[in-house]
């Protein structure tokens, strides 16, 4: 039988080997956890999802352009309104900059509310006393605590319920106006020192106020409201912890009418009280609108395959330098057999010295097919070095790099590049140096605070996002002449 065409349910990963696996000491208090994270209410629902899955369609279509950012893990202690405020002032920035240099919808899809489980490269790590401890595996599997560094099925409850508190919070700014186009000051950080940059933006915000103040005075405001005042912003995380994924994975009844299309309103998507038959029902995972899959759980007959290829979500594969081209297709053809354009986000993280030359390669593969993915750059992860004060950094102008190599590259073999995948934060840190600030490795230590990987600043974050969409515009200009 050829790969991906066997029966699917939600627990038919179990039947492939898995990597990252997490072992419990208490399998008993496991399968109790379980029991409850199934029994909870969905996160979010499928209605949002099946909207996600067109926005997609719409970027692979060229017709929108993806943002997605956020920490690198979450920990539980980010769940607090300041931070989860400063993630979307900075992601609902970095938008407005990129539509107004874009002139296209963009698709916001934040790294929140379930980023809580880290892959990492050994099960143990070595302290400088020279004693082993276990590694930390995300806030949803033990602390970063040395001291308690045993993984704790408890962590995955606690994991559910400050998804849910940062969810919750997240709806109700957004309902609250807080993404209002009409009131765009609101959305300063007060962090910006640079300038130039301060005056970019400040022009953009009096560009767009000049607009909807126009728009109000002929009344045409009276009937886009809805999107004047607020954006969708959806949800998404690495879906390593397949039990916890499989817990929160419910069925939806297929849509009845001729054209395929459910309803608008919700559907509730708690385990039915009659299980329903495999061909009348989808499966979504309900614990955030999009998932990915790592490096370095990828493999084709692995268990993290298996289980994507059957939800109903949009899905993104990490893409690398230890992925062959040939490898790629495999795994386009199991993840989307019915070639559904943006059913699939390829998140490809080579390093400003590699891109050029793996991504061609991929390009080109991809286009010898039928499948019409979401091709989006994630430049933090291939371009992570070490600086002399011994903190793990990345430098933006290898970040910058990578971003402009890929959108060349896209472009020169007939494609293009319709999303960025960022590590950031709406804090003013310094975790990666360069940028408008000018950041030093000497720097570093002055508010370092990542417990995983660096992540860009305030700053850093809306600098990416003023040079992408200035070259789209340049890009733009000189095509209408």
Not at 73 to 81: G, M, R, T, V, W
Not at 199 to 204: K, L, V
Not at 348 to 374: C, N, S
Request: proline content about 6%.
């Amino acid at each position: 039988m050829a790969e991906g065409t066997s029966a699917w349910s939600p627990d038919s990963w179990k039947t492939k080997p898995i990597k990252q696996d997490v072992v419990y000491d208490d399998a008993g208090e496991l399968d109790t956890v379980l029991s409850r994270v199934t029994n909870m209410p969905p996160l979010v629902s499928s209605p949002e999802i099946d909207r996600l899955r067109e926005q997609l369609k719409e970027v692979a279509e060229g017709r929108a352009f993806l943002l997605q950012g956020g920490d690198c893990a979450e920990s539980f202690d980010y769940c607090n309104p300041l931070a989860i405020e400063d993630k979307l002032k900075v992601l609902l920035q970095m938008s407005l900059v990129l539509i107004w240099g874009m002139r296209m919808p963009i698709v916001r899809i934040a790294r929140m509310a379930g980023q809580y489980a880290k892959p990492r490269s050994s099960p143990f790590e070595k302290l400088s006393d020279g004693s082993t401890i276990m590694s930390y595996r995300g806030d949803n599997v033990n602390s970063i605590d040395p001291e308690n560094r045993r993984p704790d099925p408890q962590r995955l409850l606690s994991a559910y319920f400050h998804s849910a508190a940062t969810v919750n919070y997240v709806r109700l700014l957004l309902a609250a106006g807080f993404a209002d186009l009409h009131k765009p000051e609101a959305w300063d950080l007060g962090y910006v020192r640079n300038k130039d940059i301060r005056s970019d933006y400040q022009n953009i915000v009096n560009r767009l106020t000049d607009s909807l103040k126009f728009m109000g005075v002929i009344g045409a405001t009276e009937t886009s409201a809805s999107s004047l005042n607020t954006v969708d912003l959806y949800t998404s995380h690495e879906a390593l912890l397949l039990d916890y994924e499989q817990a929160l994975t419910r069925p939806v009844p297929k849509p009845l009418d001729k054209q395929k299309k459910r309803s608008s309103y919700y559907e509730p998507a708690t385990p039915p009280r009659v299980p329903l038959a495999p061909e009348l029902c989808d499966w979504y995972n309900l614990s955030a609108h999009f998932i990915w899959i790592g490096d370095r759980t990828r493999q084709l007959d692995g268990a993290h395959i298996e289980y994507f290829r059957g939800v109903k979500n949009p899905v993104g594969v990490k893409v690398g330098p230890t992925m062959e081209a040939e490898e790629l297709v495999r795994v386009l053809d199991i993840l989307d057999p019915l070639f559904e354009p943006g059913r699939v986000t390829l998140i490809t993280r080579y390093g400003a010295d590699k891109i050029d030359k793996f991504l061609p390669a991929h390009i080109a593969a991809v286009q010898k097919t039928e499948h019409k993915p979401v091709w989006c750059c994630d430049p933090c992860h291939g371009n992570t070095t070490t600086a002399p004060t011994g903190h793990k950094t990345r430098s933006f102008d290898a970040i910058m790099s990578e971003i402009t190599s890929n959108m060349r590259i896209h472009q020169a073999l007939g494609s293009r590049l319709s999303g960025i995948h960022l590590e950031l934060t709406g804090e003013h840190v310094t975790e990666c140096t360069g940028g408008s600030q000018e950041l030093s490795h000497s720097d570093l230590p002055s508010n370092y605070q990542t417990f995983c990987d660096p992540r860009l600043n305030y700053e850093q974050s809306l600098d990416i996002a003023f040079k992408i969409a200035k070259d789209f515009e340049s890009e733009r200009q000189s095509s209408s002449r």
